[in-house]
């Protein structure tokens, strides 16, 4: 799924059907069944695919794949199970969530969350807060121009490298088990025998931001950390 903002006024959606197997007549029936619903309701537009239970039990696959151009200012919410996530140029909020596949956002200025199971995250030239989760997947984030107050960054397996060209003000926690953690230039020593923690307050300290993984490594790089 492929989401981006634009100028103009109207929600412009383009969907892309696939259905694979061994018959070709078979595909062919099976691809007329799927079913792109869209549903609008006050100020929200819902557009869902609808494919046929039988496909997966009968040794046939199908996907969809939708192309959205979306006014700058809407906020958006997608989910999918086997596929990545693709949004930018978005002014509103977005709620985006997937098992299968990676979260990659660029040029987003309203509040993020985020979920993946087995995927990564990657966040680019992004100015408002963010909750962003992964099992199985690193989380990449750059922040330009301007930190946000809150940022969370939580992974099971995979390393979390984040950057921020200005200085936040906010609460640092950082901590992993099983890796190592470097904020700014500085090598965080363990604090035990296993794992690795970093706690500073910087600008005010009044925003929270939290970087939390079990198996990998965390890069923190922000001007004047100590």
């Not at 819902?46 to 494919?51: G, K, L, N, R, V």
Request: glycine share 12%; with cysteine; proline share 2%.
């Amino acid at each position: 799924i492929s989401i981006s903002g634009y100028d103009g006024e109207t929600v412009v959606i383009d969907a892309e059907l696939s259905v694979t197997g061994k018959k070709k007549d078979v595909c062919e029936d099976l691809m007329s069944e799927i079913k792109i619903k869209i549903d609008e309701s006050g100020k929200v537009i819902s557009i869902e695919a609808d494919t046929p239970k039988k496909i997966g039990k009968r040794g046939y696959n199908c996907s969809v794949s939708f192309t959205i151009k979306v006014p700058t200012r809407f906020s958006v919410a997608t989910e999918s199970v086997n596929g990545g996530l693709n949004l930018e140029n978005i002014q509103g909020a977005v709620d985006a969530e997937t098992v299968n596949g990676g979260v990659n956002l660029e040029n987003v200025w309203g509040k993020m969350h985020l979920e993946t199971v087995n995927g990564g995250i990657d966040l680019e030239n992004i100015y408002a807060d963010v909750e962003a989760e992964t099992v199985n997947g690193a989380i990449n984030a750059e922040f330009k121009d301007s930190a946000p107050e809150n940022v969370s960054f939580e992974v099971v397996n995979g390393k979390i490298d984040t950057s921020f060209e200005t200085t936040p003000n906010a609460t640092i926690r950082a901590e992993t088990v099983n890796g190592s953690l470097r904020v700014g230039g500085q090598k965080i020593k363990k604090t035990g025998l296993i794992g690795r923690s970093y706690r500073a307050e910087m600008g005010n300290g009044k925003g929270d931001y939290r970087f939390e993984t079990v198996n990998g490594s965390i890069r923190i790089d922000v001007p004047d950390a100590d």
